[in-house]
């Protein structure tokens, strides 16, 4: 199966990732708002909008709902998609989404969900940066059957 290509405006993406830093030395998860253009096969990625933040610490991140869906009507209206992007300020989290993050983005409606992991260097003042986006995807229940015998 081939994967979907996302477009992203270079600079864009260098703007939210300095944003991203920021909160990843305080060792804070960050989010944004992204508008989406679909296309056959592909997203575009129009821009990226900063959420209103209530709460972050190194393993998650809450931002204003009315803000959001605030965001999402006005996507709509410019007949876009929304999506988020979030970071993941802990090693172990990668750059793949969440169980949880799976589900809010099935939930929310969202296009895409980007994730951006941030993985310090030992030694060094730099950080890798990985961003991958993600279709959500709502897991399966399972059901055993038990046959008498």
Known sequence: MKALDVYVDAAQQARFRRRALRAFHKNQEYAEAIFIRRGLGEFHVERFVPLHITKADAYLVEYDDVHYAALKNEARAQGLEVGTIHTHVVLESGSAPSK???????????????????????????????????QPQQPCKLNLIRRKK
């Not at 993050?101 to 992991?117: N, S």
């Open 100 to 134: 949880h993050d799976h589900l809010d983005g099935v939930k929310e409606g969202e296009a895409l969900v980007g994730v951006c992991e941030i993985e310090k260097k030992k030694h060094s003042r730099r950080a890798r940066i990985t961003i991958d986006f993600w």
